[in-house]
């Protein structure tokens, strides 16, 4: 099976449901609330998990009934969250405005998350990694640092990266966005590049070395596609799927999370998708 350590943050959805999204200083009344596990580190893992990878979770809850609810729901998608540290901080907690189009505006508070500590972890350097930019910059850079397997990063939320990311990642995964807010990915080794309705491809150096089309499917919440996205294809490429055989199947592993109103939707496994 393949082994996966996946390091990010670990939030507290609190999701509100409207007709349409206020604007500035307006108040829209319609909302419908929920609660529900989150955190794109923690949408990733339980992606890959229920994608068939043995992964483990690496970050931070706090002290805190939301705790409770974010690690039972990992350890439900087959997630193993024994390495999840404890902090003095509230849980990370996202207010997610969801339209009826499915389309979303965030606000992480991030608690916990900015408090882990990356050098308390006893892991094995070989394991490959799927990392985000949601918990502090030195985390991320420590376990780049001191991992010999692949390491996957999606570059979200975009910010500058360092010396040690970009001399040590694998495999970029970035939306439109953050390719074009990082114009240094053009001569990356690898880089997914979503599209939106247009699919996504994978370039190396610039070049187009891959691509796959979107997948027809009826939007309901597009908050946790571009973490089953990222999850799928680093799964397919660690499984030794041909490359683009691996990108069209996360595409279709979006498509699937498009159409589920959780943000860590209840996926297939892998094999699922490769039709």
Known sequence: MTRLDVLGAINQDVVARVH???ALGETVADGVLTHQPGGKGANQAAAAARLGADVRMLGAVGRDAAADQMLAALSSAGVDASAVQTADEATGTAL?????AGENSIVVCPGANARIDPGA???DPAVPVLAQLEVAPDTVDHLARTSTGLFALNVSPARE???????RVGLFIVNEGEYAALPRLATAALVALTLGAEGAVLLRRGVEVASAPSVPTSVVNTVGAGDAFAAALTVGLLRGLD?????RAACAVGAAAVADERSQPLLQPLDAYLG
Do not use: F
């Open 243 to 247: 490359e683009e055989v691996a990108l």
């Open 161 to 167: 990266l360092g010396s040690v990311l970009w001399n």
């Open 20 to 22: 349409r999204a206020p």
């Open 121 to 123: 972890w006893d892991r």
């Open 96 to 100: 997610i405005v969801v339209d009826e």
